[in-house]
Nanobody, 124 residues
């Protein structure tokens, strides 16, 4: 069993930064690729970013490339999402998820373990 707990969300203004954290407990942290997804109100959940367990390669959605950065700390069993230059369209609930696949999939159906999410609201 794997448990994931997100934190770090909040209300910020356009152009601000936030860093989300996802603490992972249970099975071997380093054996999973870690990903962030988000779901805006009334929309489907979408892929944001991922970091591979095997070679630490990172992957990003085009909408966040150059603004967001995903990283992991194996000593703390935590994955982070640094979000810079935030825009109102980044407003969503952000979820972390883990997968044993490489490269990390972008389809949410490939993930079996999810956190409950943390709300990010960006005001204009």
């Amino acid at each position: 069993q794997v448990q994931l707990v997100e934190s770090g969300g909040g209300l910020v203004q356009t152009g601000d930064s936030l860093r989300l954290s996802c603490a992972v407990s249970g099975r071997a942290f380093s054996s999973y690729s870690k990903s962030w997804f988000r779901q805006a109100l009334g929309k489907e959940r979408e892929f944001v970013a991922s970091v591979s367990w095997s070679d630490s390669s990172t992957y990003y959605a085009d909408s966040v490339k150059g603004r967001f950065a995903i990283s992991r700390d194996n000593t703390k069993n935590t994955v982070y999402l640094q979000m810079n230059s935030l825009k109102p369209e980044d407003t969503a609930v952000y979820f972390c998820a883990v997968s044993s696949l490489h490269p990390p999939p972008r389809a949410e159906g490939e993930y079996f373990y999810w956190g409950r999410g943390t709300q990010v609201t960006v005001s204009s």
